[in-house]
């Protein structure tokens, strides 16, 4: 399945073993017998205690942003790395990748158990052209190095018959540093009914966008910073007292990072809530926020003057396009009236959610999008987004 907010997901590599390599020791007895008697001290090198040998590497975890080359083309790659936990008993590698000329994001996971230590290998997958929530296998990486800032060696098409050369630094220029934390809290069991044979509690969720490093001290990025811990469990508490075991069973916040390069961050918000449906009653709302001042970009902020109508044309197109489109009765919406001060900005184009348009909740948080080609023309040439488009090679 797709990540939500589109093929974005949770980069980085590379933890070496170290070998100190010192000469064997012989036997006590032995050296006595064949030693010289002297007082050089040659004679006592080999009495001296040995050196400490490095502790090793820590496995490297969470977020990582990569930079480089496939071939000669150049790439942005991201990837989360999760250790065991309470509820996941293995290790978790997922991540995307995008060509900077073409923007796709195209979805990376580890290529069977994912081994701490050992060569990166990941598999790629691509989404169908006429399912997008579904994926076909189109790539395969195969790293000379474990999990670090460094990483370079092989990709290559599912058949193997084509070979690619591949070298990646990881690089947070124009982007953040971040890890997403997630609080949880549940209320007392509720008592057994038909519908529901097990134990089942109110419960509520909600995940945060936590700033790492010096980002953390920018004023201007206050306000992105996730509260600090009381205040979260605070919030969550709060949350947790309008679920009951009646109505609403469970409430659930989120947050996603569909952009994160060029001086823009772009996250998806979402609040759901629970009522015994097949799909939480959700909303989501779609942010991108110009990292060299921390504000929210306004459609005024990226777009001419005049080019609204121009704009909601392009996501008619994108829109009818659609492979769901006719399925979910969309080739007639009138986006006339449309709000367009909701559109997020991805890897890709500008976007909406096809949730936006009354699709059913199984597939409202598929992104409808406009590629930045076919934005370009009615981009202002001095704003964040064409800043990006020109760091990218797409201006």
């Known amino acids: 399945m797709l990540p939500n907010y589109c093929r974005r997901l949770p980069l980085g590599l590379l933890a070496l073993s170290l070998l100190a390599a010192c000469e064997t020791r012989r036997p006590a007895t032995e050296q006595a017998a064949s030693a010289p008697a002297t007082t050089d001290s040659a004679a006592v090198?080999?009495?001296?205690?040995?050196?400490?040998?490095?502790?090793?590497?820590?496995?490297?975890?969470?977020?990582h942003r990569y930079v480089g080359t496939v071939g000669k083309a150049p790439v942005v790659l991201e990837l989360t790395i999760s250790p065991p936990d309470a509820e996941e008993k293995e290790w978790r590698l997922y991540g995307t990748y995008y060509y900077e000329r073409q923007g796709a994001p195209l979805i990376l996971s580890a290529a069977g158990a994912y081994q701490p230590g050992q060569p990166l290998a990941l598999k790629e997958e691509t989404p169908k052209p006429d399912e997008p929530a579904e994926t076909l296998?189109?790539?395969?990486?195969?790293?000379?190095?474990?999990?670090?800032?460094?990483?370079?060696?092989?990709?290559?098409?599912?058949?193997?018959?084509?070979?690619?050369?591949?070298?990646?630094r990881e690089?947070?220029?124009?982007?953040?540093?971040?890890?997403?934390?997630?609080?949880?809290a549940a209320g007392p069991p509720c008592p057994p009914t038909e519908d529901q044979a097990g134990p089942r509690r109110p419960e509520a969720e909600r995940t945060f966008l936590h700033l790492l490093g010096p980002d953390t001290l920018q004023p201007a990025l206050r306000a992105l910073q996730a509260p600090l811990p009381e205040q979260r469990r605070n919030q969550?508490?709060?949350?947790?007292?309008?679920?009951?075991?009646?109505?609403?069973?469970?409430?659930?916040?989120?947050?996603?990072?569909?952009?994160?390069?060029?001086?823009?961050?772009?996250?998806?918000?979402s609040e759901g809530e629970d009522s015994?449906?097949?799909?939480?009653?959700?909303?989501?709302?779609?942010?991108?926020?110009?990292?060299?001042?921390?504000?929210?970009?306004?459609?005024?902020?990226?777009?001419?003057?005049?080019?609204?109508?121009?704009?909601?044309?392009?996501?008619?197109?994108?829109?009818?396009?659609?492979?769901?489109?006719?399925?979910?009765?969309?080739?007639?919406?009138?986006?006339?009236?449309?709000?367009?001060?909701?559109?997020?900005?991805?890897?890709?184009?500008?976007?909406?959610?096809?949730?936006?348009?009354?699709?059913?909740?199984?597939?409202?948080?598929?992104?409808?999008?406009?590629?930045?080609?076919?934005?370009?023309?009615?981009l202002q040439p001095g704003s964040a987004v064409a800043r990006m488009l020109r760091q990218r090679g797409l201006w």
Request: overall charge negative.
């Open 45 to 63: 090198i080999d009495s001296a205690p040995a050196a400490p040998q490095p502790a090793p590497a820590a496995p490297l975890t969470g977020y």
């Open 137 to 168: 296998p189109s790539g395969r990486w195969r790293a000379t190095q474990a999990a670090g800032p460094v990483l370079s060696g092989t990709w290559e098409s599912p058949d193997g018959r084509r070979r690619l050369p591949f070298s990646l």
């Open 171 to 184: 690089d947070y220029a124009g982007a953040l540093r971040y890890e997403l934390l997630t609080e949880k």
């Open 236 to 269: 969550l508490a709060v949350e947790l007292d309008g679920v009951d075991c009646e109505g609403t069973f469970g409430f659930y916040g989120g947050v996603e990072v569909a952009l994160n390069g060029y001086g823009l961050l772009s996250v998806v918000t």
């Open 276 to 378: 015994g449906g097949a799909y939480p009653n959700s909303a989501e709302e779609l942010t991108t926020y110009d990292l060299r001042t921390g504000r929210a970009l306004k459609l005024a902020d990226w777009l001419q003057p005049g080019q609204e109508p121009a704009l909601r044309r392009l996501l008619q197109q994108s829109l009818r396009a659609h492979p769901y489109a006719s399925s979910l009765g969309l080739e007639a919406a009138d986006l006339s009236k449309a709000d367009l001060a909701g559109l997020g900005f991805d890897s890709e184009g500008v976007y909406c959610l096809l949730g936006d348009f009354g699709a059913p909740h199984a597939v409202q948080r598929v992104p409808v999008v406009v590629p930045y080609r076919a934005l370009r023309p009615l």
